[in-house]
């Protein structure tokens, strides 16, 4: 009987078994809360300890650099708006291309008297130098931009941004949350360059939903979004989830150590499944930029994204027609309107993300299911003109 395949890893991953193993005693006998002072307590605040040293040392951070929140958006927002709490309004600038926990935060904070500038990209996803060298000559105050985007996959030369961000005196930040356990992160590294802040997330490398980290450099004032008993560092108040920041450890544990083997084995997926998707007529969006060994981004012309997704989960296979977050959305794609590509080709994509479990002979299934799926909407299309 033909299993179900899962090409969706970047809208979550499946929990790696360890880490699943190692939550457990969390979510039953192990009970305490971290704060408490009793020996339960003490417990469970030795093991957000070790989780928050996993996590720093997956991205070459300290662990006092580590606030752990409940996931990717609620960490962007707490830099978004916690930074510009402890700043007089200003401007702004974000890539037209982040995820929406980056834009509406943003947006929010234009009622507060911010100026909020979207920072070009280029036909292949990537920040434009010259438009970003433009914005940065305005002296913004925060400067927001992802490693990698979770759409397209396309990589940004972060290093290069913030160098130029921070001669400009500006906050840099960058979500990374699509990067981790795909390509190497190096906080230390970054923050050299001008990194002030990167944004983590659990369940995107193998760990559960609910626990994700801003990693912070100490010397960035943050006014916290959330108030209470004063936990992190009084940077997010509320009982520690210690279950899934336990997992969340491991899960950066297991990914790093995992990336490199990973990554060679999933590149090789890729180029087998693009090698396919063009002898179809695919268009492949940012193929030519630096990207993310695991995703493809991929449109058909005349045919409907979300069509073409249903038929192909009625196949037995799961695809995304963007980025999860989104999927209720019709409109198409802000990142691919941003790249430029034209409304009717955008409103045909379709995102693989690959994971480890997946194979050379998952990929060829999906080919063929997808070559006959197209070949029947490209006629039914054809019939109804």
Same mark, same amino acid.
């Given at each position: 009987?033909?299993?179900?395949?899962?090409?969706?890893?970047?809208? *979550?991953?499946?929990?790696?078994?360890?880490?699943? +193993?190692?939550?457990?005693?969390?979510?039953?006998?192990?009970f305490?809360?971290?704060?408490?002072?009793?020996?339960?307590?003490r417990?469970?605040?030795?093991?957000?300890?070790?989780?928050?040293?996993?996590?720093?040392?997956?991205?070459?951070?300290?662990?006092?650099?580590?606030?752990?929140?409940?996931?990717?958006?609620?960490?962007?927002?707490?830099?978004?708006?916690?930074?510009?709490?402890?700043?007089?309004?200003?401007?702004?600038?974000?890539?037209?291309?982040?995820?929406?926990?980056?834009?509406?935060?943003?947006?929010?904070?234009?009622?507060r %008297?911010?100026?909020?500038?979207?920072?070009?990209?280029?036909?292949?996803?990537?920040?434009?130098?010259? /438009?970003?060298?433009?914005? #940065?000559? &305005?002296?913004?105050?925060?400067?927001?931009? #992802?490693?990698?985007?979770? +759409?397209?996959?396309?990589? &940004?030369?972060? +290093?290069?941004?913030?160098?130029?961000?921070? @001669?400009? !005196?500006?906050?840099?930040?960058?979500?990374? =949350?699509?990067?981790?356990?795909?390509?190497?992160?190096?906080?230390?590294?970054?923050?050299?360059?001008?990194? &002030?802040?990167?944004?983590?997330?659990?369940?995107?490398?193998?760990?559960?939903?609910?626990?994700?980290?801003?990693?912070?450099?100490?010397?960035?004032?943050?006014?916290?979004?959330?108030?209470? %008993?004063?936990?992190?560092? !009084?940077?997010?108040?509320?009982?520690?989830?210690?279950?899934?920041?336990v997992?969340?450890?491991?899960?950066?544990?297991?990914?790093?150590g995992r990336?490199?083997?990973l990554? /060679?084995?999933?590149?090789?997926?890729?180029?087998?499944?693009?090698?396919?998707?063009?002898?179809?007529?695919? *268009?492949?969006?940012? &193929?030519?930029?630096?990207?993310?060994?695991?995703?493809?981004?991929?449109?058909?012309? +005349?045919?409907?994204?979300?069509?073409?997704?249903?038929?192909?989960?009625?196949?037995?296979?799961?695809v995304?027609? !963007?980025?999860?977050?989104? @999927?209720?959305?019709?409109?198409?794609?802000? =990142?691919? /309107?941003? #790249?430029?590509? @034209?409304?009717?080709?955008a409103?045909?994509?379709?995102?693989?993300?690959?994971?480890?479990?997946?194979?050379?002979?998952?990929?060829?299934?999906?080919?063929?299911?997808?070559?006959?799926? =197209?070949?029947?909407?490209?006629?039914?299309?054809? #019939?109804?003109?």
């Amino acid at each position: 009987m033909f299993a179900p395949v899962y090409l969706d890893h970047n809208a *979550t991953t499946p929990a790696d078994p360890a880490v699943v +193993e190692a939550m457990l005693p969390w979510l039953a006998t192990r009970f305490g809360n971290a704060s408490s002072r009793h020996e339960y307590g003490r417990a469970a605040r030795r093991a957000v300890d070790e989780a928050r040293s996993q996590v720093a040392a997956a991205v070459g951070a300290h662990s006092t650099e580590v606030v752990f929140t409940s996931g990717g958006s609620e960490a962007n927002n707490l830099l978004i708006k916690g930074a510009a709490a402890c700043l007089k309004p200003g401007l702004l600038a974000v890539s037209a291309i982040e995820h929406p926990c980056v834009i509406r935060p943003a947006q929010q904070l234009v009622r507060r %008297g911010w100026v909020v500038q979207e920072l070009v990209v280029d036909s292949l996803g990537r920040v434009e130098p010259g /438009r970003f060298e433009a914005v #940065m000559a &305005q002296k913004p105050k925060i400067v927001s931009v #992802m490693l990698a985007n979770n +759409e397209t996959g396309v990589l &940004q030369d972060v +290093e290069w941004l913030a160098e130029r961000a921070r @001669s400009a !005196g500006a906050c840099f930040h960058t979500d990374a =949350v699509q990067a981790i356990g795909k390509v190497a992160v190096d906080f230390r590294r970054l923050n050299a360059a001008g990194v &002030q802040a990167l944004t983590l997330s659990a369940h995107k490398l193998g760990g559960p939903k609910g626990a994700a980290a801003l990693v912070l450099d100490k010397r960035v004032d943050v006014e916290p979004l959330i108030a209470g %008993g004063g936990h992190e560092r !009084g940077l997010r108040s509320g009982t520690e989830n210690v279950a899934a920041i336990v997992g969340f450890g491991l899960a950066c544990e297991l990914a790093v150590g995992r990336r490199a083997d990973l990554a /060679r084995r999933l590149l090789g997926l890729r180029r087998q499944l693009e090698c396919g998707l063009l002898a179809c007529g695919a *268009t492949i969006f940012g &193929q030519a930029a630096e990207r993310l060994p695991n995703t493809v981004y991929f449109a058909f012309p +005349e045919l409907d994204g979300e069509t073409l997704v249903g038929k192909l989960d009625r196949a037995g296979y799961a695809v995304a027609s !963007g980025a999860a977050c989104s @999927s209720a959305n019709p409109e198409p794609s802000h =990142v691919l /309107r941003a #790249m430029g590509v @034209s409304p009717e080709l955008a409103r045909g994509a379709v995102r693989v993300s690959l994971g480890g479990d997946n194979t050379q002979e998952q990929i060829d299934g999906f080919l063929c299911t997808l070559q006959a799926t =197209v070949a029947r909407l490209q006629h039914l299309t054809a #019939m109804s003109v």
